[in-house]
């Protein structure tokens, strides 16, 4: 007969043999439940929101990391690239790293959370749904080309 205990952090202090409970005949177990969280993200094409083209916007600088929860959509215009559109419409393009061009990317990629919620450059992947995956090398703020 198998039964399980939780044991409190007092209970697995190094207090001497009888630290821990004492049962002739019943094996004790530990119990560890995790959550695991992926976020899938399908891209939207240049063709089918032709008002979202950010392929001559101009590049600035942007923080290193970016709230997962401000992603508000995607759009591959790049082979090395992928630009993030926040929820208040501010574009964001995220380079990947070299050697990684984003085709992979066309069916859509999974983002997996952090404990902190960010993503952030030099540090997290992208993963595509056919098994490639890139990190993320540096963010760029787009803004638009100056109209003539």
Do not use: N
């Not at 404990?115 to 993320?136: P, Q, V």
């Amino acid at each position: 007969m198998i039964q399980f205990l939780v044991l409190t952090a007092a209970a697995l202090m190094p207090s001497g043999p009888a630290a821990l409970p004492q049962a002739d005949g019943t094996d004790y177990a530990q119990v560890m439940i995790e959550r695991r969280t992926v976020i899938r993200i399908t891209p939207h094409h240049e063709r089918a929101r032709p008002r979202m083209i950010f392929q001559d916007w101009k590049e600035k600088s942007a923080p290193k990391c970016l709230s997962i929860a401000t992603l508000g959509g995607i759009l591959i215009s790049r082979p090395d690239s992928i630009d993030l559109v926040l929820r208040g419409g501010q574009p964001v393009r995220a380079r990947l790293e070299k050697g990684c061009p984003s085709i992979d990317f066309y069916s859509g990629f999974y983002l997996q959370p952090t404990r902190d919620g960010r993503l952030c450059e030099d540090r997290d992947t992208i993963h595509s749904r056919t098994g490639g995956a890139c990190m993320i090398d540096k963010f760029h703020t787009l803004v638009p080309p100056k109209q003539k």
